[in-house]
């Protein structure tokens, strides 16, 4: 996968197109919070077809590194809570705007996301900017 696939990727997350978003998926993919752990296309789809109806989630990638199975990314990312969303260790309210900076490393097999792994630092996007 390369910057190109990838910022197809994270498109159709942003414009949620669920069904263009599985198919960067192996079908054994892995997806890991502090939180929560799912696995396979359709627990990971399954959960953004819950959370994005009450929070929407808007990310891009800051800085990224690339290798030939890996990609980790520094990812700002805006959650405007339209309901209450407290479910898997997350909590959201209605009417707050949220802001952070994720570092995410994406692991690859066969070309497709295997594993997914997210951490959240504290700095608001604003001050990720240079």
């Known amino acids: 996968m390369d910057r190109r696939a990838l910022d197809a990727y994270l498109s159709h997350f942003n414009s949620k197109r669920y069904d263009e978003q599985a198919k960067f998926y192996a079908p054994d993919v892995s997806f890991e919070l502090p939180t929560l752990k799912l696995r396979g296309p359709d627990a990971v789809i399954g959960l953004y077809k819950e959370f994005h109806p009450c929070v929407n989630e808007h990310v891009e990638i800051e800085d990224s590194i690339f290798g ?21 260790g997350l909590n959201f309210e209605a009417g707050k705007l949220y802001e952070n900076v994720s570092f995410c490393l994406w692991e690859l097999k066969d070309g497709k996301i295997w594993r997914i792994r997210s951490a959240r630092h504290s700095s608001k996007v604003s001050e990720l900017k240079r």
């Open 68 to 88: 030939d199975d890996k990609i980790f990314a520094v990812v700002p990312s805006r959650f405007e809570a339209i309901k209450d969303f407290k479910k898997y």
